[in-house]
């Protein structure tokens, strides 16, 4: 079994993490430029068993595609075609940056590394990842009728 990679995509930086083998947990791994991102996926799916790659999908509170979505379709072409047998799967994003915060403030971090986007941007995408995974667990574990 392989690793989960979520992506909180930005236009100038992407948080990335990933579960552990096992897809207990998902952890912050890095944040990379986005120009950089399609040349730091290609390394590390060649050096790590990713199963498929789960990207935060940015929608207003409506649910409603928002403007950032301009540049992540392309973004993500660019990923597809550099990694064609992997697997890419959208997931909603809403409410990541301000869960990101709430948990950095929970878990004592300092102002200034709270105001760090970098790290912002990794935590967004770890919490994505880990509440994909919570989903996942809900839909498998659900009483199935009878």
Known sequence: MGRLLSI???RKRCGIAVTDPLRIAANP?????TCDLVAFLTKYCAAEAVDKI???LPTTLRGEPSESQRWLRPAMAQVQKALPEMPIEYYDERFTSVLAHRAMLDGGLGKMARRDKATVDRVSAA?????YLQAKLSLNSAPQPP
Do not use: A
Not at 127 to 131: F, K, P, S
């Open 8 to 10: 909180d995509f930005g």
């Open 54 to 56: 789960i990207v935060g």
């Open 127 to 131: 919490i994505l990842l880990n509440d």
């Open 29 to 33: 791994l890095e944040t990379v430029r």
